[in-house]
């Protein structure tokens, strides 16, 4: 079975910092893409960074880039997403999804990502 479990999330003060991990069971992280996404209270999910099997390199969102680093273990087995330098607006639940149909990046098209997992809550206070 498929199954994607985030960690990490927590309650920080602009300026501080969070690592994100997320771990996948049925499947290893040299298969497909990985996204982080988030959700903020009454707004869409949106994509933060992605992760590309094919050739380890990360596209980030200009909203976090400098601020937000995502990477993967070398057993392939978790990924995580290190955030500094956060801010109220990055405020959010955030999420990890596999992206079954591609190796390699390429944006954050929501229905190309088929499993999810249960989100972790990021809190910044101002």
């Known amino acids: 079975e498929v199954q994607l479990v985030e960690s990490g999330g927590g309650l920080v003060q602009a300026g501080g910092s969070l690592r994100l991990s997320c771990a996948a069971s049925?499947?290893?992280?040299?298969?497909?893409?990985i996204g982080w996404f988030r959700q903020a209270p009454g707004k869409e999910r949106e994509g933060v960074s992605c992760?590309?099997?094919?050739?380890?390199?990360?596209d980030y969102v200009d909203s976090v880039k400098g601020r937000f680093t995502i990477s993967r273990d070398k057993a392939k087995t978790m990924m995580y997403l290190q955030m500094n330098n956060l801010k109220p607006e990055d405020t959010a639940v955030y999420y990890c999804?596999?992206?079954?149909?591609?190796?390699?990046?390429?944006?954050?098209?929501?229905?190309?990502?088929?499993?999810w997992g249960q989100g972790t809550q990021v809190t910044v206070s101002s």
């Open positions: 049925g499947f290893t992280f040299d298969d497909y893409a």
């Open positions: 992760f590309s099997a094919s050739d380890g390199s990360a």
């Open positions: 999804a596999a992206n079954l149909m591609r190796r390699r990046c390429a944006g954050y098209v929501l229905h190309e990502y088929s499993y």
